[in-house]
């Protein structure tokens, strides 16, 4: 990512990971997302300006802001959070939004999202490496695996619907969405990067958002959070109830997703991001971020 000067005005030209192994186009999904909500009048997110498929490249409006710590997350944080993903669920935007793609990983049935914990618990169960380092990072995995066979027959003989059923209310989800991915500004919080956007599960929207290590968005605004977010639907109530089942699910991804520093593949775009990253610190870091949320998984 660079910031360029254009005409006097200051922008963001954003370069996209591209690789055999990871067939997504980030900027499509990104450019066309941003572009819906410019057409919906949404303004907390950075304006689109320009892309060049071929190459790869997204021009974007710069957001003068910073980031937030995680002991600066308040009620009216969360509630700016909450209003951002109601508005992009209005009737309107969703009209807007009818020819976007679904989102990256989106699941619509209880049997998909534990078919894509699975695949990922399965790739982290290859673990490559004889250092200390990834042989207790396997040793991570197993006990994880174990808890997240106990997790889904829980989820099974707690569900009130069948787990084949196919969601149909789905939702507008700007994925990886969390204050993580967003800087303060004088005009409020503003939402970045959306690479993975577009229909979703609001189960997962809401699991995803109190789920990431980073800045971690405290228990106590669960409930406050899916009061907001979900009177976007016609059945509120169900929708709340889906999202509390089905957190485990996306708490025990959230662990396998810190995890990718040991998966070959993921080291790849990690260099392509910060080719000054020393791969051992970080397998270590996130080791412990891994086991650290895998100790708050039961808090909600």
């Known amino acids: 990512m660079f910031t360029v000067v254009a ?4 922008l963001v030209a ?79 935007t969703h009209q807007l939004a009818r020819d976007l793609p679904n989102a990256s990983e989106a699941c619509f049935s209880i049997r998909d999202h534990f078919s894509m914990v699975d695949a990922r618990i399965d790739r982290l169960n290859s673990i490559p490496g004889n250092q200390p ?22 989820i099974l003989r707690a569900a009130k619907f069948n787990p084949d059923d196919v969601m ?23 939402f970045l990067d959306f ?18 290590p980073a800045i971690h968005v405290d228990a106590a605004y669960w409930e406050r959070f899916l009061d907001i977010t979900m009177r976007y639907s016609t059945d509120p109530e169900y929708m709340k109830a889906r999202a509390r089942l089905l957190l485990p699910v996306f708490q025990t991804k959230w662990c396998c997703i810190i995890l990718n520093d040991f998966l070959p593949d993921f080291a790849l775009r990690r260099r392509f991001a910060d080719a000054t990253f020393d791969d051992e610190v970080r397998k270590k870091e996130q080791l412990a971020k891994a086991k650290q949320a895998y100790a708050r998984m039961s808090l909600l």
């Open 133 to 154: 380092i990834e042989a207790a990072a396997r040793a991570f995995v197993e006990e994880l695996q174990e808890n997240w066979q106990s997790q889904k027959t829980r």
């Open 7 to 10: 005409d006097g005005r200051k």
């Open 14 to 92: 954003k370069w996209y990971f591209r690789h055999a192994t990871d067939q997504r186009d980030r900027l499509k999904a990104e450019y066309a997302f941003l572009c819906c909500l410019k057409q919906a009048g949404i303004t907390c997110v950075p304006q689109p300006v320009a892309c060049d498929a071929k190459r790869g490249i997204g021009i974007y409006e710069f957001v003068d802001g910073r980031k937030l710590s995680a002991d600066e997350i308040d009620t009216g944080y969360v509630d700016q959070a909450a209003e951002f993903f109601f508005m992009l669920n209005k009737p309107g």
């Open 168 to 190: 149909q209310e789905r939702c507008l989800s700007p994925s990886d969405f969390g204050f993580h991915n967003a800087l303060l500004t004088a005009r409020g919080i503003s």
């Open 195 to 212: 690479e993975y956007a577009g229909w979703d599960d609001p189960a997962k929207m809401a699991g995803d958002f109190f789920s990431p």
